[in-house]
Every structure is written in structure tokens, then in C-alpha cells.
């Protein structure tokens, strides 16, 4: 009956008032989240834009398909460790001991370990030791959708306040690249400038990992100093750093500041009552959040038995996360690759000698030979598109679509993008092999291709975060339900590289350089029908005694 509810809810349109910017509650402290976010897809989208090359200059002697299984490995392995620990992080973050802001300093702070260690690395297996570090340690994109939904409560907002994750996300793809593509390799890309600086020498590839490590240090320092608590269990106890980060601010405003005292307000619990002694109040930091926590009550007194957790929705919308979670990571992994995988080249024997005569238009090799910095450039291409859209486009397409409606349409768009994305190799270019593939032709067709799988997870990421977020059975599990989702998803996109990146080394030496893609392909298919199975829920579905229907 529920399920059917649910369902004829969507039915009639699901459609919601279009909430601006503006609207929303807490910007100061939703803008700490989005540092906190930023940080991640800058450090993996910059170390994937020259990993190709990090990894023949680890092993020269060896072949473009060992080297093309050998990322997908690498990027496997920090999702990998993520999956191992994800739940456990969800798990502590939902502890009254040490709840979500400790959590979201240990990501940060294991991210900046790891990135400094890959930087320095001098072999495959070093670097594989340091990436699997930082998945270890790192559950905070689900705890970070937990606290943005423990900040922004209302469903009205949630299409604009959950959208902030994947936004910073798009941030970091244009920036991280760019800065990886720059600054890899300062000694042989820029030898008049940096050729004799035996540190760039040694190191190659530290310098873009350094700049990534300031970024961590920088989002660990606003974290500490800025960023409310929000697991209702730990209201109200003592945090050193939000102390030292309103003293800091007091500090810098001394002078200006002035003291006042806080109103009761209609919105006030307890309002017309006889009222307590008046308190008075420095002028409040711009990252703190105006509330007396004395008046604040917990929605819940007792925690969800984590068997009780899986109910069938669920259930249903983990395993439509798991395949989307598939492709998708598969994808962010094989891109970066295939535009680094040398053009075909008649005049080059097949790597292997039992590989296929070129027959088109299914059998043919070969990728695009992009450098670091035009592979950073094609993936500026890709985060460029998915802010436009999801500054202008989402919101407003969201309200009208309702989230699942959004949902289901748009993952039809990431089978279509598969599909096409080997013929890239087959555009002709403005230079003959082995030069890199060049020109008009060429990069109209990447921005196409990318202009595809950015729509498709601009509109698909957003809702599925929404409906994994609401079809929590009970508020005390939130975080570890988020803990959960981040495994499955951390499952699937170590699953993914790994298998596709060991298919397309294989059947690049054999010259079908498509058949990884258009397993991809089929994927993503199977996505979509997993999707017709899952229905939103209202976050709330079990109650226990001494729930509250308040916040």
C-alpha cells in the first residue's frame, strides 16, 4: 500500500515550486561542506589527467595495455578500501562519541596523507600502497550528504541543496586537470624553465600533488574552525574548534562588534511563556548558526536495529545505485585512458599476433593520444558543461519532473554515450599518426560525446542522492544508511575499472578497442530497468517510541 501511495504520488507529477539560490537555509554553513567537498574531486580528477604517463615513466618497458590495466587498478584501489571502511565510517559518524565533523576531519586529513605519498611515489606498487590509504580512510561524501540533509530538512530545498555536492564536484573537474596537466612533469615539459631543478627531476609528479595538499589543509582548516556538529546526539557538547573559530572571528571584528540581545520569536518553542533571564550574545560569526541549542530537541531517543535497516525499497534503490555507481566510475576511469591511448597507426605491427584485421565499423584500435594538458583541457570541457546545467537547467527541470521522473529519464542518456565513445577514434584528424589527434572535427566530437554523459549525470546523480537520502526507514540511521550507500557505490566503482579496465587492455592488443565501451553500454541499460523498481520515500518509514515529528 505504501509502495503504491508512493508511486501514484509520482504519477501525478511529483512537481515542486522552483526554490532559488537564495532560499536556502544555512548558506555559511552548507558553503564549509562545499570546501570540504571540492577537495577530493580536485586531487582525483588532477592525478588522473598524467596517471597514464605517471605509470610509463614508473616501467617504460612496458606495453599500452598493461599500463591501461594497470590505472584502472590504481583507480580502483581507492575505491576499494572505500568499500571496506565506508560503513564503519558511517557507522562512527552516527556515534554520539564521535558523530560527523570528526569523521569528515579523518577523510580530509588520510586524502592529504596519500595524496603527498602518490606525489612522491617511485613505483606501481608505492603508488597503489598511498591510493588505497586515502579510500581507507576516506567515508565523506556519505557523511557529507548526511549533514546536508540534517541542515536542510525540508524536501522543498533538497533538488538545490543536494545538487551543491555535484556542482563542487564539476568545480573540481575543471580545476584539478588543468592544474595536473600543468604542472606534471615540470622538468620535461618546461626544460628551459625547470629542466635543471633536480627536485622536479626526481619527482616528477609532486608539484600538482603538493597544490592538492594544500587544498586539503586548507578545506581540514575551515572544517575545524567553522563547521557546526549536526548529529542530534552531540548538540550542545563542546567543540574546541568552533570555540577558537569564533574567538579567531571576534578577533578580526574587534572594534565593530556590539553586544545585543536575542528576541523571542513566534517561531520559538515555548513562545508566551514565562521567560527565562535574557541572554546576551557577542555578534554571532557569518558560519555560525543563530540558535539557542538549549531549546533544541532530538527527533529520536532510540537507534534503529541496523538488521531493521534494509527494507525492499531500500534494498531496490542500493542495487539502482550500485549499477549507476558502475558505469559511471568505469567511465570517469577508461576516459582518462582512452584519451591517452596512442592513435592507430598502419605502419605499427598489433600488439599481439593474434590480433584482429581492422574491419570496421566494430573492429578497429586506437584512442586519441592526448597529452596531460589536453587531457586536462577535455576534462575542463566536461566539468564546464555540468555547472551551466546545473545552475540553470536542473532546478527548474527538477521542479517539473519531480525527482524520480528526472531520474529515470536521464539515465537513459549514459547507454547512448557508450556506445559512441570508441568511434572517437575514428574522426579524422588535422596530423597523421602517430601525431595526436587534432582539430575542429576532433574536439566538436569530445564536447558532443561529453555533452551527453554530463547531462545524463548532471540530472541523474542529484536525484539518485535524493531518493537514497529519503528512503532512510529511520532518522537515527541516516548517516549509516549514507555509510552504506557509499559502500555500494565504492563496490561498484572498484568492480568497474578493474573489470573494463582489464577488458579494454585485452581487446586493445586484439584491436577491438570498443568492446569495453560497449559493455559499458549494456551497463548502463540495466540501469535504467533497476530503476523502474524503486519509489522515494519520506525518510520516516519505521517509528519507534519517542519519535518526534519535529525538524
Not at 517561531?267 to 554571532?284: E, I, L, M, Q, T
Not at 536495529?305 to 567511465?331: D, E, Q, Y
Request: proline share 6%; hydrophobic share 45%; with cysteine.
Amino acid at each position: 500500500m505504501e509502495q503504491d501511495t508512493a508511486r501514484a504520488n509520482d504519477c501525478r507529477g511529483n512537481a515542486r515550486p522552483v526554490v532559488s539560490w537564495r532560499d536556502l537555509p544555512k548558506k555559511q554553513q552548507l558553503f564549509v561542506l562545499t570546501l570540504a567537498r571540492l577537495s577530493e574531486p580536485l586531487v582525483q580528477t588532477s592525478l588522473q589527467s598524467y596517471m597514464f604517463y605517471q605509470l610509463k615513466w614508473f616501467d617504460p618497458t612496458l606495453s599500452d595495455s598493461v599500463i591501461s590495466s594497470q590505472a584502472g587498478v590504481l583507480h580502483a584501489s581507492f575505491t576499494a578500501a572505500q568499500f571496506v571502511t565506508a560503513m564503519l565510517w558511517g557507522r562512527i559518524a552516527d556515534s554520539s562519541h564521535f558523530g560527523r565533523k570528526t569523521v569528515l576531519l579523518i577523510g580530509l586529513g588520510g586524502t592529504l596523507l596519500s595524496c603527498l605519498g602518490f606525489g612522491f611515489a617511485t613505483s606501481f606498487w608505492q603508488a597503489l600502497v598511498f591510493r588505497s590509504l586515502g579510500g581507507m580512510t576516506n567515508g565523506n561524501v556519505g557523511v557529507l550528504r548526511t549533514m546536508i540533509s540534517e541542515i536542510v530538512k525540508e524536501k522543498k530545498y533538497q533538488s538545490r541543496a543536494f545538487l551543491l555536492l555535484p556542482m563542487t564536484y564539476n568545480i573540481g573537474v575543471i580545476i584539478g586537470p588543468i592544474l595536473g596537466g600543468v604542472l606534471s612533469d615540470l622538468a620535461g615539459t618546461y626544460p628551459d624553465q625547470f629542466g635543471q631543478v633536480e627536485f622536479f627531476r626526481r619527482y616528477p609528479y609532486a608539484a600538482p600533488n603538493l597544490l592538492s595538499a594544500f587544498f586539503l589543509l586548507s578545506a581540514m582548516a575551515s572544517t575545524w574552525l567553522c563547521l557546526d556538529e549536526t548529529l542530534d546526539t552531540r548538540l550542545g557538547k563542546r567543540d574546541m574548534g568552533r570555540e577558537l573559530g569564533r574567538k579567531l572571528w571576534s578577533f578580526a571584528n574587534k572594534g565593530s562588534s556590539a553586544a545585543y540581545m536575542r528576541l523571542p520569536s513566534e517561531d520559538d518553542p515555548g513562545f508566551g511563556a514565562v521567560p527565562p533571564s535574557p541572554r546576551y550574545h557577542s555578534r554571532p560569526s557569518p558560519l555560525s548558526d543563530d540558535l539557542d541549542k538549549s531549546i533544541v530537541r532530538p527527533r529520536f531517543t532510540q537507534r534503529l536495529a541496523f538488521r531493521r535497516i534494509f527494507t525492499r525499497n531500500v534494498t531496490l534503490t542500493l542495487l539502482a545505485s550500485f549499477i549507476v555507481g558502475f558505469h559511471i566510475g568505469t567511465f570517469n576511469s577508461l576516459w582518462f585512458v582512452f584519451l591517452s591511448t596512442p592513435v592507430y597507426d598502419p605502419s605499427k605491427p598489433p600488439e599481439s599476433p593474434n590480433g584482429f584485421a581492422r574491419k570496421l565499423p566494430f573492429i578497429f584500435t586506437g584512442g586519441i593520444g592526448l597529452q596531460p594538458r589536453e587531457v586536462g583541457a577535455a576534462m575542463a570541457i566536461l566539468g564546464a558543461l555540468g555547472i551551466f546545467l546545473q545552475l540553470t537547467i536542473y532546478p527548474w527541470l527538477s521542479a517539473r519532473l519531480g525527482t524520480i521522473r528526472s531520474w529515470r529519464i536521464f539515465l537513459l542518456f549514459f547507454p547512448f554515450t557508450y556506445f559512441l565513445v570508441p568511434f572517437l577514434s575514428l574522426v579524422p584528424s588535422s596530423s597523421d599518426p602517430p601525431h595526436s589527434k587534432d582539430g575542429v572535427a576532433v574536439w566538436v566530437s569530445i564536447a558532443g560525446v561529453l555533452a551527453m554523459q554530463v547531462i545524463g549525470r548532471t540530472f541523474a546523480l542529484p536525484a539518485q542522492t535524493i531518493l537514497v537520502n529519503n528512503c532512510t526507514p529511520h532518522p537515527s540511521v541516516l548517516g549509516t544508511l549514507h555509510g552504506i550507500g557509499q559502500s555500494v557505490s565504492s563496490l561498484a566503482r572498484t568492480v568497474g575499472p578493474i573489470l573494463c579496465g582489464f577488458l579494454y587492455g585485452t581487446t586493445l592488443a586484439y584491436g577491438i578497442i570498443g568492446a569495453a565501451w560497449w559493455f559499458l553500454s549494456a551497463i548502463a541499460i540495466g540501469g535504467f530497468l533497476a530503476s523502474l523498481l524503486v519509489w522515494e520515500g519520506e525518510g520516516h518509514e519505521i517509528w519507534l517510541e519517542g519519535d518526534s515529528e519535529d525538524g
